[in-house]
């Protein structure tokens, strides 16, 4: 089957790409030329949080690569999305230069405040654009490989692996908590001025933020969606049902499972690459297992295992908290928490599986 | 003075009519007279010798405040002990109009309100500027609160005892030695003794006359006093002292180090088993819903934490019973987190049987509406409970070795949780079932188990362990919303690394993460012990991926 062939038979994320086609024009053309004060307008605030669930839903597709596809559910994934905004926060680290409070040239703010002499070793090369760009994808995808490497080869599974991550990425909190890792401890790295030279205050450079945002989500999609569709995708739903006739069949599933987790970190850890250019900051809250278990709602929310079900659901869910957490901040965790236990109960496959039901059931009507 | 004279009259009186001999009589009235004669005076010397010791602390040398302190200390007067706590406390004060020491308490309004240190008669209010205080210094201080305790050496209290030979010590006043021996020859409490005996070495160790010194310093091995390390290290580093001395407190030394470090690693070993029992207690529930149904109740933090606030509002019930709340709230814990964990299987989990990674996202879902539950009722602030007296203090188990009361209640408490389930699971028909139903479903099914009821029961069960696990923690840290997040990722590594639905397993696994934790502690800090334990568990499930104690047999394979 040709790429074009298995793109025109999937028609949510048909639906999908047209909606990210029609906002990466409108949204730029309407909040750098139609004035401030008409309706249409979208202001450089809106522009910020769309390409933060631009992010998200890119970080979301990751989850449903594994979770939807491999039946592997990473309670973890958050670490990786932190792993890919950390790389790219030392590389906005380093471009801030002398601009900081204390002026030095080469160590950001928070080193000279614990009189540290020089970079440490991990901070060399972040300075240069590229490099920084290979880190987002290669820490997480190391550490994605290196803990795959050993869980799945002893055959860890089910609800040990979810325990497991999830301790993975608790252990990765409290060790980035702590001010002697050079990470900038409980603040994190902030205060970043420009990427590439470009302000990152300037509208100009949001919105090329956002088209980059929506243009690496549209690959990360189709990306997901051709290794589904390939016949190596074929093996790994193999696995998600029958772990073990799989391995019986003749296939080394571990194998499958390294490669699809290793390249779900990395999509997850170019979402977090691209997030915190956006909001400006990276701290080591993004390694708590909560937010890893968030994002397993959204793609529950949105239905897992189509890919666009978990794009569709990171961005309602978020939209929700942004609107709820403003508006009535005490309804908020009891809306999460009953959202979680009603799709859990009433709509185990999602908004999309609902949807698709719905259909189902007017063609056999009609 | 008035008494001569006066009272062998009004006593001959009533003794003259009686039928004594008259020579005795005579003779007892003459004794009297003798004594009396022989009182008055030195009553008025004694008074004279306490107003010239008073008066010689009028003097602007510290040198010689010191020894008008130290003679003050021999005289036996009753006031004695007051105007030195009240030089200690910077209340003694001297007069300048009449040039008289006196008692003054600094009133309101910046002046003095003062006494008269031997009658205690006040002296009415004087301004700042008319009195003048009598300062006094650090060292001096040390000195006088030796003197002090010297004086309370013979209360009854044998705290009081022990505190005032540890500051006598401390105080260094060579003259105090002699008061040390005495009460060491006439007392009889064990722990007294052994501090006055302390006490003695540490002067000993600074005598003049080397055998004496010798055998202090011999005597203070194993001493955890730090006034005797202190000495010894002195004479180790001290080159003026003779070689035999050096290597004696060298000696010494050494052995202290060594009980020291023993004693370190014992509490050490407390403190982790103490952790551990929590781990234990905490995690004990999740094993048994874990291992029955294979269920992931992400909400078992939270039944902690009801247990933890049913404490509190049991105490709020009754605020004057702190003993007898915390009795009352055990059950009350169990009965509520219990009903609680029977509500939520009801009307969410028995829908997801077979579906884990489901039942953790819906249990997930509920403990975050507890947690904003309980914040909306009880608001999102910690809130504390009282401890009772009896688990308040610590027990000292030798002399630098405590245990702290509380904790060692909640390890004899987690052992007896322990052992009440396992009993329940293994004499109880309730818990032949639940194993059965543990081993294999399908067939207690077929057995005639009713294996739904089963479930609610046990669930019912492993949310009320966690209600009295809450009861526990409620006595080591606040109560706040936020309580039972902390330990639901240590509860599930405690479950994963005992092996699933193993008891013993839990027990041991909570234990040991506990003592490593501990352990690792003081070497690598609490972050990177943390950290530490975490990788380790992680690597040792790739190990052996079913735990310390895994399954055997069918329900094994899964």
């Known amino acids: 089957m040709s790429i074009t062939q298995r793109i025109k038979e999937d028609v949510g994320g048909r639906w999908m790409l047209s909606i990210l086609a029609i906002a990466i024009v409108w949204v730029p053309f309407a909040n750098l030329v139609i004035p401030n004060d008409s309706a249409m307008y979208v202001s450089t605030y809106t522009v910020t949080l769309l390409g933060k669930y631009v992010c998200f839903a890119l970080l979301a597709i990751s989850l449903d690569l594994v979770w939807g596809y491999c039946g592997i559910l990473s309670l973890g994934h958050g670490a990786f999305f ?57 820490a997480p995808g190391v550490l994605a490989f290196v803990f795959g490497w050993f869980a799945f080869r002893s055959r860890v599974s089910g ?35 420009e990427i590439l030279g470009f302000s990152l205050q300037s509208d100009s450079t949001r919105i090329v933020l956002f088209i980059i945002s929506i243009v690496m989500l549209a690959f990360g999609y189709i990306l997901c969606r051709l290794i ?86 990171a961005g309602i869910v978020n939209y929700a908290k942004t609107t709820m957490t403003g508006a009535f901040p005490e309804i908020w965790l009891f809306a999460l928490g009953a959202l979680f236990v009603i799709v859990t109960l009433v709509f185990p496959k999602g908004i999309v599986g609902f949807l698709q039901r719905l259909k189902y059931r007017a063609y056999d009507d009609g | 003075m008035g008494r001569f004279g006066h009272t062998p009259y009004s006593q001959s009186r009533p003794t003259g009519c009686t039928l004594a001999p008259h020579r005795q009589l005579t003779r007892w009235l003459f004794q009297l007279g003798i004594v009396c004669l022989l009182i ?66 600094k009133l309101e309004g910046g002046g003095f309100a003062i006494s008269d240190p031997t009658t205690g008669v006040s002296l009415g209010e004087v301004r700042r500027r008319h009195v003048s205080k009598i300062g006094i210094n650090n060292r001096l201080r040390r000195t006088v609160r030796g003197l002090v305790a010297g004086l309370k050496l013979n209360q009854p209290e044998p705290e009081g005892r022990i505190a005032a030979a540890r500051s006598i010590a401390a105080s260094g006043v060579a003259e105090l030695q002699s008061v040390l021996e005495t009460q060491r020859e006439k007392e009889t409490e064990p722990k007294v003794i052994e501090a006055l005996d302390t006490a003695i070495v540490v002067f000993n160790l600074d005598a003049q006359d080397e055998v004496i010194r010798l055998n202090a310093i011999e005597k203070s091995a194993k001493n955890l006093d730090g006034q005797v ?22 000696k010494s030394l050494h052995a202290i180090e060594r009980a020291v470090s023993r004693y370190k690693f014992i509490e050490t070993l407390f403190f982790g088993l103490s952790l551990g029992s929590v781990l234990v207690l905490a995690a004990i529930g999740l094993s048994i819903t874990f291992g029955v149904m294979g269920v992931i109740n992400m909400a078992h933090g939270e039944l902690i934490m009801i247990g933890a606030y049913t404490t509190y ?22 009965i509520v987190s219990g009903l ?25 879902g509920i403990s975050l509406i507890l947690q904003q539950a309980v914040r909306s009722i009880f608001s999102p602030l910690n809130r504390s409970v009282a401890s009772p007296d009896w688990m308040t203090g610590s027990i000292e188990i030798a002399h630098g070795l405590s245990f702290t009361l509380n904790r060692l209640y909640i390890l004899v408490f987690a052992l007896f949780v322990f052992a009440g389930l396992l009993l329940v699971l293994q004499r109880t028909r309730l818990g032949l079932e639940v194993r059965a139903v543990t081993q294999n479903r399908a067939m207690a099914r077929a057995m005639g188990i009713r294996s739904a009821r089963v479930d609610v029961m046990t669930f019912g069960l ?30 599930f590594l405690v479950v994963v690394f005992g092996g699933v639905g193993n008891l013993w397993g839990t027990m041991v696994a909570g234990l040991l993460l506990g003592v490593m934790n501990k352990f690792l502690e003081p070497v690598a800090g609490a972050v990177v012990a943390k950290i530490l334990i975490l990788f380790f568990i992680i690597l040792f499930i790739q190990k052996r991926p079913r735990g310390l104690f895994p399954q055997r047999g069918r329900s094994g394979e899964s």
Request: proline residues 4%.
């Open chain 1, 82 to 138: 932190a792993l890919g905004g950390y790389s790219m926060g030392m590389y906005l680290m380093r471009q801030i230069g002398e601009r900081g409070v204390y002026g030095h040239p080469e160590l950001p703010d928070f080193m000279v405040f614990l009189n540290w002499e020089s970079l440490p070793w991990y901070w060399l090369g972040f300075d240069m654009f590229w490099f920084a760009m290979v880190m987002v994808m290669v």
């Open chain 1, 159 to 193: 609800v040990y692996l979810s325990i497991m991550t999830q301790a993975l990425t608790y252990a990765l909190m409290l060790a980035f908590f702590r001010n002697e890792m050079g990470f900038g401890g409980n603040n994190g790295l902030t205060d970043f001025k």
């Open chain 1, 228 to 313: 589904v569709t390939s016949k190596l995708g074929r093996v790994v739903t193999a696995v998600r049902e029958a772990q073990s006739r799989t391995r019986f069949i003749g296939y080394r599933v571990e194998h499958f499972q390294i490669w699809i987790f290793t390249v779900s970190a990395m999509l997850a850890g170019i979402a977090g690459a691209l997030y915190v250019p956006q909001v400006g900051i990276i701290n080591p809250g993004e390694f708590q297992p909560l937010n890893s278990i968030e994002l397993v709602v959204w793609v529950a929310v949105g239905g897992r295992g189509t890919l666009y079900g978990a794009a569709l659901g």
């Open chain 2, 40 to 105: 008055a005076p030195m009553q008025a010397f004694c008074l004279d010798e306490f107003q010239a010791a008073i008066d010689a602390l009028k003097t602007k040398s510290y040198e010689e405040k010191t020894t008008a302190a130290v003679a003050l200390a021999k005289i036996n007067h009753p006031k004695v002990l007051d105007v030195l706590n009240a030089f200690l406390n910077g209340n003694l004060y001297k007069q300048k109009k009449t040039n008289k020491l006196v008692f003054a308490q």
């Open chain 2, 229 to 250: 390390r202190i000495k010894l290290t002195a004479i180790a580093l001290d080159k003026d002292m003779s070689e035999d001395l050096r290597i004696a407190a060298e």
């Open chain 2, 313 to 334: 509002v049991v105490q709020l019930l009754m605020p004057n019973h702190p003993e007898l709340s915390l009795i009352i709230a055990i059950p009350a814990a169990f």
């Open chain 2, 340 to 364: 609680v964990g029977i509500v939520i299987e009801r009307c969410v989990i028995q829908f997801l049987y077979g579906r884990p990674l489901e039942t953790l996202l819906a249990t997930f």
């Open chain 2, 462 to 491: 492993g949310a009320g362990i966690a209600g009295v696990a809450g009861v526990a923690l409620s006595q080591l840290t606040n109560v706040g919303p936020n309580l039972g997040q902390g330990y639901i990722v240590d509860s």
